[in-house]
């Protein structure tokens, strides 16, 4: 006897109940945070994540950033916290206010996105969540993959689970993508069986943006992909780091990045990122040639997204690039509770004394013989953008670093490697983050 075709919407929620299962550990007192717009697609997510939850007396928490870049934004606001409140989540509204563009900015998406990114982190961990939960699709999916290929778009590939984009604010933050697989439609026949309706936004249809340019593009081409989750992407992992971790910088073998056979480019742009402290991925063609380039034998140097690359023929060093943006003073606050990240790279901890954190580039005179000994014993390329503590009397250290004999009362924890291993998908469970 032939079984009968099972129903798209019970395939959806088995596949999304096996994604959260698989990531999300279900004993956890911790609330799960679920980025709510309002859309069909979040507001089909947040159904599937309260499900989800309530099997295991979980809260759930529904994050919702107004942007203010449409008239209704307000009301949409209004409308997501009611209607989370009555399907049982609590909801909580943040509203972009800083870093905005001015005027109609071209960078307005990105900056919108990084905005709401930075938001939804910040309230998420505040709360106690460690997860994410967010509503793309396998049509989110198409359409990055269109934005970047066509118009050489910095954004990623989206993945079912990682890291936070954000950086240092989405640092111990994961995100989960439980209907990556799924499309747009099946989860909107599943708001219209539970006779729910959902927030339509003009501007994606508008071709100013490249999302909205991305969705005409596609809109007459039939989707070829499976309504499943999208395979892990392959990343490849060096067989070495070097030792200079600690100082901010990693040194791989060359002759094994030539035996790389897959997954190469996406470790380099993970890699450039945690040297560099940054959060903008690298474009897409740009980072096609530096791999090409390192698949070769010619000795270059070449910077990409805050780092500097410098391949000989047998090494090859990212470190972190010394005239570009950032490095910037920190400010040791005695009443900070937590401790700061300077640069990005750089976790201060130790007692609080006022001062600053600031770059070494300059500043080497200045220190007193005992540290001029150790900075002689570090390679050429770490010293420009070492951390160095400036204390109030305006007497310089360079702090001690991971691993180094305690030397003063300032330690300097290189967050590079814990960085690049979330993001290289070594962390694959909730519980896996503490």
Request: overall charge neutral.
């Given at each position: 006897m032939r079984?009968?075709?099972?129903?798209?919407?019970?395939?959806?929620?088995?596949?999304?109940?096996?994604?959260?299962?698989?990531?999300l550990d279900g004993d956890r007192q911790a609330p799960l945070a679920v980025a709510f717009s309002g859309g069909s697609d979040s507001l089909a997510t947040l159904l599937l994540t309260l499900d989800f939850a309530a099997m295991r007396g979980r809260k759930v928490l529904a994050l919702t950033v107004d942007h203010g870049l449409q008239t209704a934004s307000r009301g949409w606001t209004q409308h997501c916290a009611t209607?989370?409140?009555?399907?049982?989540?609590?909801?909580?509204?943040?509203?972009?206010?800083?870093?905005?563009?001015?005027?109609?900015?071209?960078?307005l998406p990105a900056a919108a996105r990084a905005a709401r990114h930075r938001l939804l982190a910040t309230a998420a961990k505040a709360r106690g969540a460690k997860v994410l939960i967010l509503g793309h699709t396998r049509d989110d999916r198409h359409?990055?993959?269109?934005?970047?290929?066509?118009?050489?778009?910095?954004?990623?590939?989206?993945?079912?689970?990682?890291?936070?984009?954000?950086?240092?604010?989405?640092?111990?933050?994961?995100?989960l993508r439980p209907v990556l697989g799924q499309s747009r439609e099946d989860l909107?026949?599943?708001?219209?069986?539970?006779?729910?309706?959902?927030?339509?936004?003009?501007?994606?249809?508008?071709?100013?943006?490249?999302?909205?340019?991305?969705?005409?593009?596609?809109?007459?081409?039939?989707?070829?992909?499976?309504?499943?989750?999208?395979?892990?992407?392959?990343?490849?992992?060096?067989?070495?780091?070097?030792?200079?971790?600690?100082?901010?910088?990693?040194?791989?073998?060359?002759?094994?990045?030539?035996?790389?056979?897959?997954?190469?480019?996406?470790?380099?742009?993970?890699?450039?990122?945690?040297?560099?402290?940054?959060?903008?991925?690298?474009?897409?063609?740009?980072?096609?040639?530096?791999?090409?380039?390192?698949?070769?034998?010619a000795s270059f140097t070449a910077t990409l997204s805050g780092a500097q690359v410098?391949?000989?023929?047998?090494?090859?060093?990212?470190?972190?690039?010394?005239?570009r943006k950032g490095l910037a003073p920190l400010d040791l606050m005695p009443t900070v509770s937590s401790p700061p990240v300077w640069d990005?790279?750089?976790?201060?901890?130790?007692?609080?004394?006022?001062?600053?954190?600031i770059a070494l580039r300059g500043h080497a005179k200045r220190l007193g013989p005992l540290d001029r000994t150790r900075l002689a014993g570090l390679p050429a390329p770490l010293r420009p953008t070492l951390p160095l503590?400036?204390?109030?009397?305006?007497?310089?250290?360079?702090?001690?670093?991971?691993?180094?004999?305690?030397?003063?009362n300032k330690v300097a924890e290189s967050?590079?490697?814990?960085?690049?291993?979330?993001?290289?998908?070594?962390?694959?469970?909730e519980g896996a983050l503490g």
């Open positions: 079984l009968g075709r099972q129903n798209p919407t019970d395939v959806l929620k088995a596949e999304a109940e096996r994604l959260l299962a698989q990531h209607l989370a409140a009555r399907l049982g989540a609590e909801p909580v509204s943040l509203v972009w206010e800083k870093d905005r563009p001015s005027g109609d900015a071209r960078g359409e990055s993959d269109w934005m970047r290929q066509t118009e050489g778009s910095t954004l990623g590939k989206l993945k079912v689970w990682g890291p936070s984009p954000v950086w240092p604010e989405g640092r111990g933050l994961f995100l909107r026949a599943l708001l219209t069986d539970k006779g729910l309706d959902w927030i339509e936004d003009t501007a994606n249809q508008d071709p100013r943006f490249g999302r909205s340019r991305a969705r005409i593009a596609l809109a007459n081409l039939k989707a070829t992909a499976s309504a499943e989750a999208p395979d892990p992407e392959p990343i490849y992992w060096p067989k070495d780091l070097g030792s200079w971790s600690a100082y901010g910088a990693l040194v791989l073998d060359r002759a094994d990045l030539r035996l790389a056979s897959e997954g190469l480019d996406s470790v380099l742009a993970r890699a450039l990122l945690s040297v560099s402290g940054q959060d903008t991925p690298p474009r897409y063609l740009a980072l096609q040639r530096l791999t090409m380039g390192l698949r070769g034998e410098r391949a000989s023929h047998d090494q090859v060093w990212i470190v972190r690039e010394a005239g990005g790279r750089f976790q201060m901890e130790g007692r609080a004394e006022g001062g600053q954190v503590v400036a204390r109030p009397d305006g007497s310089v250290y360079l702090p001690t670093f991971t691993g180094e004999p305690i030397m003063l967050l590079i490697m814990q960085r690049l291993e979330a993001a290289c998908g070594r962390i694959i469970t």
